[in-house]
């Protein structure tokens, strides 16, 4: 591990994350290292496979700065699978072909979860290794943010053994066996914890909780099985590296009813989906946290006028920036893989420039 | 169409929907004559197909009834695909082996949109004699609910040519040529609301509106593009037949962050999925509409003693009966069909009987 990086000469995402006064609202775009890129499928297609790729320290800082060389983002993101603890606690992930992630050995019954260890963080090292070595091959451009799934989106695909429409066996384990699932989760809580801190450790200067499952939840089950978890993960982190504050973001897709709640686990900003009105969120929450988010990805498919009034509408809606609020421009989902490289040229220059003119 | 029905020996459903006091909570289930009811599923077999099932009102009837003779439901509602209007359009509606329902014709530019027209009723007089038949054999047991796909809900399957993971196409139209989106809408919403007075006129005594993908729509688009055309439909609807009141529902999914507009639209109640808390949604909406849900449906795969609890906590959660609350007891979106017809009849009946007590 470097003992130093060099200097942050572009610190607009981590002032807008601790509520700071910023020039301009800086953006990142969920899953920006991905298909949508020709540089990214090429990379890949060396790689052989996706794993291939996630796996391999150098492959994985390639295509995590690919998308910095086309566009004046604000914050790269470790470029990564989200799956990797659940791996390497030996539930065996694969991908098969046109589908998604998927496990070997899903937690089907009492004894699978049972047996069930938080991972040796040896067998992430290749995770740990590819963020050093971005956060020094970034040479101090943007931030680098490191991330996990949340204990409850990680137990879905555990227990479902790979995607679900409705979440069947998850959910009829949360119900019939809560005990069970307590178990699960606290288990990846504590795994998810030791995997971010150790992120921090080799250079991550963000950390986001991704739970991208806890909207499928009922009110009342989110609380007890995927708010609390996260709470608990955002309680062990250390919030501090070398003296400089680590931000942590958390976001539920689906989940802007809870968001006062989900304010309040203590977390530095909270990720937004499309579907919230950012006036109303900003209210809601007031000066306790900054948001991030939240352009429907499918905006990238309209001409560059629309992608530029939707921008600008986005803008509006969390309003003015002053003293205690922080915006982090986003997409509320990931984006998506047939989106015209050229359209996200359009969305991050209309972002820098309303935003700054909205500054005057 | 006969010019008179026997009278209605349970109106509990109806008078829950007008906010009138009720002995108990009614209740039904989305999809409540489906796949998981073994003597469906024989029916449907010897219809041949699922559309074969749909466009005969005697085989209509016969589903329709089925979970009735089962359970002690509230209320029956007709049996029929969401998606008969654009079928009458012209559009070509099928259904593929093993996938969901597809369109011959979809709408993929301008000269196909501009080429739509509202559909002749005469093409849909199955469904109205699937009503009146439905009503005459109900014979008075429970009210018959007709129902329609939201303008917005037509419109997705319709543009998108089927299901969808992410409305590219739909919502590519919505933002880059809104003039044709609104075309759409305005057609989907004449049609809609013409649809649903003939089958007031042919025996329906109550309509649901299911706006399936509204949630799929950002903030702003939802309300322009969805909200506004399903308020045309229902400012369209006619609200009494014959001196009797025919109460409306409207059902966004996804839509618990828009649940004070969504209640000033004109309808008699709202529908909630489950991640809303109904004990904040009645604070949001007062008195102004009854609600309707929301339990998750996969609760049904848990065991008695579970399904019992978590129906008193929704029953709890709306709180105790009162002057101007009205609570119809649903689930949060279709029944499974790998649901355990057993486990209805335990739903049933704890609903039953803890809101009973709940007014003892």
């Known amino acids: 591990m470097p003992t130093s990086f060099a200097p942050l000469k572009n610190d607009t ?6 509520r700071q006064p910023t020039e301009y609202t800086p953006l990142w775009l969920m899953r920006q290292a991905g298909r949508y890129l020709p540089e990214y499928c090429a990379t890949r297609a060396r790689a052989g496979s996706f794993l291939g790729l996630a796996k391999n320290p150098d492959y994985a800082t390639e295509v995590t700065l690919q998308p910095l060389d086309r566009y004046a983002l604000d914050a790269a993101i470790l470029f990564s ?12 992930l694969y991908f098969a072909d046109g589908e998604g992630p998927k ?14 260890r938080a991972p040796d963080l040896g067998s992430l090292q290749y995770v740990f290794d590819a963020v050093t070595q971005i956060r020094t091959e970034l040479n101090g451009r943007v931030p680098l943010i490191g991330f996990s799934g949340s204990p409850w989106t990680l137990a879905c695909y555990m227990v479902e053994g790979g995607g679900s429409d409705d979440f069947r066996s998850v959910k009829t384990m949360l119900y019939n066996r809560p005990d069970l699932m307590h178990h699960i989760l606290r288990t ?19 950390v986001m909780i991704f739970d991208t499952w806890g909207g499928a939840l009922a009110d009342g089950a989110y609380q007890q099985f995927s708010l609390d978890y996260m709470r608990d993960v955002v309680g062990r982190l250390q919030r501090d590296k070398d003296g400089v504050r680590i931000p942590c ?12 709640q989900i304010a309040d686990i203590g977390a530095d900003a909270v990720g937004l989906d499309w579907t919230v009105n ?8 007031g000066d306790r946290v900054a948001l991030q988010g939240n352009l429907d990805p499918v905006i990238l498919f309209a001409n560059p006028d629309q992608i530029r009034s939707e921008v600008a509408k986005v803008l509006e809606s969390f309003g003015a ?8 421009f986003n997409l509320g989902h990931g984006i998506s893989q047939f989106t015209p490289p050229e ?16 500054r005057g």
Chains 1, 2 share one sequence.
């Open 103 to 116: 496990f070997e050995r899903p937690l089907r019954d009492e004894k699978a979860v049972m047996a069930l």
């Open 278 to 285: 950012l006036a109303q969120a900003r209210a809601r929450v």
């Open 249 to 260: 973001i958390v976001f539920t897709k689906g989940g802007g009813l809870w968001l006062e």
């Open 343 to 358: 359209a996200v040229s359009v969305l991050v220059d209309a972002v820098h420039e309303i935003s700054r003119n909205m």
């Open 81 to 92: 699978d989200i799956l990797t603890v659940p791996d390497a606690m030996g539930l065996g």
């Open 188 to 206: 990846n809580a504590s795994a998810v914890a030791d995997y971010l801190n150790a992120q921090i450790d080799a250079g991550a200067q963000a």
């Open 13 to 18: 995402f981590l002032r807008a994350l601790m």
């Open 321 to 328: 920036p002053q003293a205690g609020a922080g915006h982090v």
